[in-house]
């Protein structure tokens, strides 16, 4: 992995790498747990893919049977919470 994603994001701006990895663990990891809580809409942060994402965010809505990524957002302040039982 380069240097780049091994250091906390400062810049406002996720390159395409950084948001397919992203995309990849929401999918694998945090969808079945939305399922699981029957969520449709709402902002999670993006801790659960690595340290380095702790300030961004994604807004995330339900689609069909799954669901899709809206956007993605930074936000210094923005912190995580626990989505296990």
Not at 42 to 66: E, H, M, P, R, V
């Amino acid at each position: 992995m380069s240097e780049k994603r091994d250091q906390i994001h400062i810049l406002d701006e996720l390159d395409d790498i950084d948001k397919s990895h992203i995309t990849e663990l929401f999918f694998d990891e945090i969808v079945p747990k939305l399922n699981r809580i029957d969520a449709r809409i709402g902002t999670l942060n993006c801790d659960f893919a690595g340290d380095q994402y702790k300030s961004w965010n994604i807004q995330f809505k339900s689609k069909g049977q799954g669901f899709e990524i809206v956007d993605f957002e930074y936000d210094e302040d923005s912190c995580s919470f626990c989505l296990d039982p």
